[in-house]
């Protein structure tokens, strides 16, 4: 009979119960706009971290490609 009591102690333990909890306007407001900056911030870490090296490595191929095609227009014509 103990092992139920020690059970429903434990199931009343773990019940909620009614917080009276109240976040303000301004303090829900703030915590939405953390939310976001911290969101942007890791958006703008991903971009910086994989589309810039991109870029580069882009501007670098177009730069050889068009190095190649000057000097097959001077060899050729």
């Known amino acids: 009979m103990s ?3 020690a059970i429903a102690f434990c199931l009343a333990w773990l019940a ?3 917080a009276h909890a109240y976040i303000g306007p301004g303090a ?8 976001l900056a ?3 911030a890791v ?5 910086g971290f ?3 090296p991109m870029k580069r ?3 670098g191929r177009r730069k050889a490609q068009s190095e190649a095609m ?3 227009a001077a060899d050729g014509s």
């Open 50 to 52: 994989v589309w810039f």
């Open 16 to 18: 909620p119960a009614t």
């Open 70 to 72: 000057n000097e097959g």
């Open 43 to 47: 958006l703008l870490a991903i971009v």
């Open 3 to 5: 092992v139920l009591r």
């Open 57 to 59: 490595l882009m501007k």
């Open 38 to 40: 911290l969101i942007a």
């Open 28 to 35: 829900g407001i703030s915590a939405i706009g953390s939310l």
